[in-house]
């Protein structure tokens, strides 16, 4: 991927993404809210997306600010801050490769599985150092991973999901889905499709990619940056992540 264009989480997709209900989303916001409030400085969530997590931050009054590529997730993001009395929320639009900054961040966060969505290895080398350059000495790095063992099955399978809007319209996505297990890419060819009164009155596509990762690769891409102390976690209890089959991996680690 190129630091152009994002051609992912455009319009209907961002509409689909805040309708979908997230995986382990309470304990996940509950981790990082404690997170952030522990964190003696500025805080940054890079790939913030809609704000799931970015917003609670500032409505607590955190010194907390984030980017994402996407205009229409910023835009999504923008409308829900609104909504909230929250008229300029600190986000801009920015990839993480290009990311440079004279500011130091005492946490740095990429929650979910986000960081996979660089499927390019020197992408994510370089993504890695600019947010290691970003980070105060002795700040936190957290960073989710999904790993090989996450990859839904079956594929070569159309799926299709609907969710209905406020309004009662609905907004549908067929999903077609593939994966290779030499370039460990998950791809998703996905249709979304705006229904109302019965009738299709918009549609988007898009190709999916997310790197999935090995059990330890992040471990050493992490330590080859410069990052320290890596600890990586199962859950949001912080439990030691050992067995090598588990979906998802929280990462923390630190500058010296
Ligand atoms: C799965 S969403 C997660 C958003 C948010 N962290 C959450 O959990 O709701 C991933 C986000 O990463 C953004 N993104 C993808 N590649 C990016 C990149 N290279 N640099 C910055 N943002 C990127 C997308 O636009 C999207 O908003």
Same mark, same amino acid.
């Given at each position: 991927m190129s630091d152009h264009q994002l051609k992912t989480y455009a319009k209907l997709c961002t509409e689909f993404y805040d309708l979908e209900p997230h995986h382990n989303a309470a304990q996940a916001h509950a981790f990082y809210q404690e997170r952030a409030r522990e964190a003696h400085g500025p805080i940054l969530e890079p790939? %913030? @997306? #809609?704000?799931?997590?970015l917003i609670p931050l500032l409505q607590a009054g955190l010194d907390a600010e984030g980017f994402d590529a996407s205009p229409h997730m910023l835009s999504a993001f923008r409308a829900k801050c609104l909504a909230v009395g929250?008229? #300029? /929320? /600190?986000i801009w639009q920015q990839f993480v490769q290009g990311f440079t900054t004279s500011k130091r961040y005492a946490l740095i966060f990429i929650p979910y599985g986000?960081?996979?969505?660089?499927?390019?290895a020197g992408q994510a080398y370089k993504g890695l150092e600019a947010l290691y350059g970003a980070l105060a000495p002795g700040g936190r790095f957290f960073v989710e991973i999904e790993t090989v +063992?996450? %990859? $839904?099955? $079956? #594929? @070569?399978v159309w799926r299709r999901g609907v969710h209905t809007r406020a309004d009662g319209s609905h907004l549908a996505v067929n999903t077609y889905t593939a994966y290779d297990p030499t370039t460990q890419l998950f791809k998703a060819r996905c249709r979304y499709e705006s229904i109302v009164n019965g009738a299709i009155v918009e549609t988007e596509t898009e190709d999916f990619e997310q790197y999935l990762y090995r059990f330890d690769e992040m471990d050493k891409l992490l330590s080859s940056v410069g990052f320290a102390d890596i600890k990586k976690y199962q859950d949001y209890n912080s439990t $030691? +992540?050992?067995?090598?089959?588990?979906?998802t991996i929280i990462y923390l680690c630190t500058k010296e």
């Open positions: 790939m %913030c @997306g #809609t704000g799931r997590f929250l008229s #300029t /929320p /600190p986000s960081w996979g969505l660089i499927t390019d +063992a996450s %990859c $839904p099955q $079956p #594929t @070569g $030691p +992540a050992i067995a090598q089959n588990i979906h």
